[in-house]
Nanobody
């Protein structure tokens, strides 16, 4: 299993980026897939996740601006990021695990995510 992120870059505040995460070793649709980020000097935080049953969850800081989606036929997870802010600057990672209980209110952040990509940098100025 090797998750590979792409789509990061530098953008001005208010701009948009779309991150992608692909892997040929996972059967998308059978895993909970999440986007996480870590800014310099800060702890890693969950940004968004899409569960096996279709439930989705977003960090309060990105609600209404970011959208997580996946194309199971292409084994690709996306994160559409609009209205970007300087505080969104971070390394963004995708990760996968089994069912992550979003629909029952028990999503536990990065707990249980065993597969991780190398990350893609997003810089907003």
């Amino acid at each position: 299993v090797q998750l590979v992120e792409s789509g990061g870059g530098s953008v001005q505040a208010g701009g948009s980026l779309r991150l992608s995460c692909t892997d040929s070793g996972l059967t998308y649709g059978s895993y909970c897939l999440g986007w996480f980020r870590q800014a310099v000097g800060k702890e890693r935080e969950a940004v968004a996740a899409a569960d096996v049953d279709g439930a989705k969850i977003y960090a309060d800081s990105v609600k209404g601006r970011f959208t997580v989606s996946q194309d199971n036929a292409k084994n690709t997870l996306y994160l559409q990021m609009n209205s970007l802010k300087p505080e969104d600057t971070a390394m963004y990672y995708c990760a996968a695990r089994g069912y992550c209980y979003i629909s029952v209110g028990l999503f536990g952040g990065d707990v249980g995510f065993g597969y991780w990509g190398q990350g893609t940098q997003v810089t907003v100025s």
